[in-house]
């Protein structure tokens, strides 16, 4: 069992910066780790993603945001620029290891205009 911890999220006014951090509670290197998010009301929509050095963004979120991972201490992070209120979400780290899925407890993140 993998337990993901998050932290990070808060309120910030619109064209501010967070910084989210997820870390995972495993010696071995996580295969896929990403983000997610929800809103009130909506679906939860794919962030950003990365595997094997590979990073994948949504579309609303590119040039703004930016996934990295230090897989020495399981982590991964999400540099989050320029924000909006439609940005407004729980955010859940998501991670992938020998065919499981994991997800983290979510971190709210609000963006007031």
């Known amino acids: 069992q993998v337990q993901l911890v998050e932290s990070g999220g808060g309120l910030v006014q619109a064209g501010g910066s967070l910084r989210l951090s997820c870390t995972a509670s495993t010696v071995f290197t996580i295969n896929t780790m990403g983000w997610y998010r929800q809103a009130p009301g909506k679906e939860r929509e794919l962030v950003a993603i990365?595997?094997?050095?590979?990073?994948n963004y949504a579309d609303s979120v590119k040039d703004r945001f930016t996934i990295s991972r230090d897989d020495a201490k399981g982590t991964v992070y999400l540099q989050m620029n320029s924000l909006k209120p439609d940005d407004t979400a729980v955010y859940y780290c998501?991670?992938?290891?020998?065919?499981?899925?994991?997800w983290g407890q979510g971190t709210q993140v609000t963006v007031s205009s």
């Open positions: 998501y991670a992938t290891l020998r065919g499981s899925v994991y």
């Open positions: 990365t595997s094997i050095g590979i990073a």
